[in-house]
């Protein structure tokens, strides 16, 4: 157990609908990373927050949009919801928010099914 | 902007062969890090490179920064079939602060 928890686990929704997942960083832990998992495919850096603040900025569509509350947890939205936006959405956290950064622990992810 | 390729993309291996994995960067990296992402798990850190030319072993895995801080690999001594999964790099360009993930190495072990 990582100690980052991701609801919910799967979500099964059709196109053009909205969602949003949910992500709880280990306890202490300031930085919250959102990935992309597309089936077989590698992990898409979606964006970090920093104790609330946004930190850095991937590919992430404008149909996106995440936050980072005062008590650390995190939520990702997804809007007009596509086929192609079907994957693993995974949620890391890590301690600090610098540099030379230490490890990132990841939770579980959240399979998102559009139909 | 900055990408992370790995090569091979596959590898399958008779269990006992040793197995590496390359990761190479189109920007100098100011650090590096490997996770390992089991079938239908989350990824797992494994190791932080730092240093130009760093070596790093943690049992049959041995982990190399390139001396230009550009490239790294991977290589596993003796492969058991618990190292199967898929392995990937995750590199941080100087003054940003996202890991871009490369493009992973699944590796197969056959009994």
């Known amino acids: 157990d990582s100690g980052v928890t991701q609801t919910p686990k799967h979500l099964i929704t059709a196109t053009g609908q909205r969602v949003t997942l949910r992500c709880s960083p280990r306890s202490g832990d300031l930085s919250v990373y959102w990935y992309q998992q597309s089936l077989d495919q590698g992990l898409q850096f979606l964006i970090q927050y920093y104790n609330g603040e946004e930190r850095a900025k991937g590919n992430i569509l404008e149909r996106f949009s995440a936050q980072q509350f005062p008590d650390l947890h995190s939520e990702l939205n997804l809007s007009s919801l596509e086929l192609g936006d079907s994957a693993l959405y995974f949620c890391a956290s890590s301690a600090t928010g610098n540099l030379l950064d230490t490890e990132a622990f990841f939770g579980q992810g959240t399979r998102l099914t559009v139909v | 902007g900055q990408q992370v390729m790995q090569i091979p993309q596959y590898q399958h291996v008779q269990e006992g062969e040793d197995f590496t994995t390359y990761c190479n960067s189109s920007?100098?990296?100011?650090?590096i890090q490997w996770y390992k992402q089991r079938p239908g798990g989350h990824p797992v850190f494994l190791i932080q490179l730092v240093k130009s030319g760093e070596v790093k072993k943690q049992k049959r895995l041995t982990f190399q920064f390139g001396e230009a801080k550009k490239n790294s690999s991977l290589h596993i001594t003796a492969t058991q079939t618990t190292d199967v999964g898929t392995y990937f790099c995750?590199?941080?360009?100087?003054?940003?602060?996202?890991?871009?993930f490369g493009t992973g190495t699944r590796l197969k072990v056959l009994a």
């Open positions: 920007t100098t990296l100011s650090n």
């Open positions: 995750a590199g941080r360009t100087s003054g940003t602060y996202k890991y871009i």
